[in-house]
């Protein structure tokens, strides 16, 4: 698979690869997911259904997983969570064809905004779990402030322009070559966000926005985004509630997870570690998985 701009964001040293969902009515979000999204059934159980897209050589890549929660509580409006999974796009063409798409079929976007990096579309799934799809701007044309820094804005998007890229075709599936490009959650403090994911993980911090921090590896914009816009000094997840659930942070080599689990050890998380994984829980009481590129 070929990007235009050569922006693979999965292939950082450190990236999501993975999230996982705790939902009431897994028939109706799975359906939701295939139909409205565009993934596919890559596992299912009665308890779980993995979610994703299958490369041109036949390889199929789980990206979303769908755990049965009949039993579930909404999440407190002030709760930190999740604040959306963003999947990245490999053209815009491809963004484009999914957006006529859902203006086709009636698929409701709660945005679409320009961030100078991307270019983005925000819906919400059946049970509220926040959901961009983005493609990345070429990283040359990344705009930067007389110091280097990156810069990120939220400026309007011009859907009638990114539709006009769209094939002719009928949109059947998201592409291949479709990842989890970022995860944003809501968090409690931004400086906790810090010292978890930068500290302790091992990203560096990309961008400082109005009550959001932005994280990222190997350059890229972001991996990660934590901001307080509505959960600033909310509480933990609870374990019974629907929504994020859990994410897995893949690392290029068994060295560097190594690492990140040794600093986890050391701030006095507990975690479970061995040679391929570590697993644990994070400040927002969100489950986390540490594994190798390899598996």
């Avoid at 299958?54 to 890549?61: D, M, N, P």
């Avoid at 769908?66 to 491809?94: K, M, N, Q, W, Y």
């Avoid at 592409?175 to 970022?182: E, I, K, L, S």
């Avoid at 994911?197 to 991996?223: I, K, N, T, W």
Wanted: glycine fraction near 10%; charge should be negative.
């Amino acid at each position: 698979m070929q990007t235009p701009n050569g922006e693979r964001p999965w292939t950082s040293p450190i990236h999501v690869a993975h999230v996982e969902l705790a939902v009431v009515d897994l028939s109706r979000v799975a359906s939701w997911y295939q139909t409205a999204l565009g993934l596919q059934v890559i596992e299912e159980t009665s308890e779980r259904i993995a979610l994703g897209v299958t490369e041109e050589g036949g390889e199929a890549i789980r990206l979303v997983s769908l755990a049965s929660a009949p039993l579930a509580e909404r999440p407190g409006p002030t709760d930190c969570g999740l604040f959306h999974i963003a999947l990245v796009l490999p053209t815009r063409a491809d963004l484009a064809h999914w957006l006529t798409h859902a203006a086709a079929n009636g698929v409701t976007l709660s945005g679409a905004s320009d961030h100078l990096v991307t270019e983005a579309l925000y819906l919400d799934d059946p049970e509220g779990n926040g959901i961009e799809l983005y493609v990345d701007r070429p990283r040359q044309d990344w705009p930067r402030s007389e110091s280097g820094a990156l810069r990120m804005a939220t400026e309007r998007l011009d859907l009638r322009d990114l539709a006009s890229a769209a094939p002719k075709q009928t949109f059947t599936r998201l592409a291949g070559g479709t990842r989890v490009g970022h995860l944003h959650l809501s968090v409690d403090e931004t400086a906790e966000a810090v010292r978890f994911f930068q500290a302790c993980l091992g990203f560096e911090r990309m961008v400082d926005y109005p009550g959001a921090v932005f994280l990222g590896s190997g350059g890229y914009h972001h991996h990660i985004g934590a901001n307080v816009w509505r959960s600033e000094r909310g509480a933990k997840r609870d374990p019974g509630s629907r929504g994020l659930s859990s994410y897995t942070i893949r690392y290029d080599d068994r060295v560097a997870m190594m690492k990140a689990a040794k600093r986890l050890a050391e701030d006095e998380f507990s975690i479970e570690t061995n040679d391929e994984r570590s697993c644990g829980t994070d400040p927002w009481g969100i489950g986390f998985e540490l594994i190798v590129r390899s598996l």
